[in-house]
């Protein structure tokens, strides 16, 4: 099925550094999602997006939509280890539920 | 959100045979999706579950090989049908309660030897 492209696929970081990744689609979406994945479990919602433009923080994450509504990026400032996971972007366009994944990227924290 | 639960969380089958998962949320919900994803990738949509009706199957998913039931609005089943090991992966339910965003349930871990 379509995927987003999503980058860096992996990053490997150490403590206390900041975090930037990013997806892109060639479709425009009207949501966009964050997701992170921690091995095991099933995805954990982290922030959701709904306007172009729009800038959303959760406590150390901040995502942005993309004012062309084609991508969107995701933040992660002063990481922890138990930043540890997979993240991944989902998209939803206009008149459907669906969601479209991201290939994720894998964030490793060193101490 | 959604309490979300699966059952079982994970296992181990051999080819040919059939395994059903089960998918419980704590409250009602019109849509229930359920997807695959494979070892190291990202997720898949397999269908959406319809309550009352046939689900909706995505390209590449057939009702044959991934029946799907869903017999009321916090219930759900996907059986993944004469298995082989290219099937394994992890199976994931996952809901839309009544704000715009999807949360999944803890996933079923399975291994087709």
């Known amino acids: 099925g379509q995927q987003l492209n999503q980058s860096p696929q992996s990053m490997f970081i150490q403590e206390g550094e900041d975090v930037s990744m990013n997806c892109t689609s060639s479709s425009i979406f009207n949501t966009w999602l964050w997701y992170k994945q921690d091995p095991g479990e099933g995805p954990v919602l982290l922030i959701a997006?709904?306007?172009?433009?729009e800038l959303t923080s959760n406590g150390r994450l901040t995502a942005q939509f993309g004012i062309t509504r084609k991508d969107s990026f995701l933040n992660i400032s002063a990481s922890i280890p138990s930043d540890v996971g997979i993240y991944f972007c989902?998209?939803?366009?206009?008149?459907?539920?669906?969601?479209?994944f991201g290939t994720g990227t894998r964030l490793q924290v060193f101490p | 959100s959604a309490v979300i639960s699966q059952k079982p969380s994970r296992d181990i089958c051999q080819r040919g045979t059939s395994l059903t998962i089960q998918c419980q949320v704590d409250?009602?919900?019109?849509?229930m999706f359920w997807y695959r994803q494979q070892p190291g990738q990202s997720l898949t949509l397999i269908a959406t579950a319809n309550q009352g009706s046939e689900a909706t199957y995505e390209s590449g998913f057939v009702i044959d090989k991934f029946p799907i039931s869903r017999p009321n609005l916090t219930f759900s089943t996907l059986t993944v049908s004469n298995m082989s090991p290219e099937d394994s992966s992890i199976y994931l339910c996952?809901?839309?309660?009544?704000?715009?965003?999807?949360?999944f349930g803890p996933g079923t871990r399975l291994t087709v030897l």
């Open positions: 989902a998209g939803q366009s206009y008149n459907t539920d669906k969601l479209i």
């Open positions: 997006l709904y306007k172009a433009g």
């Open positions: 996952s809901v839309y309660p009544a704000s715009r965003e999807q949360f």
């Open positions: 409250s009602q919900v019109t849509m």
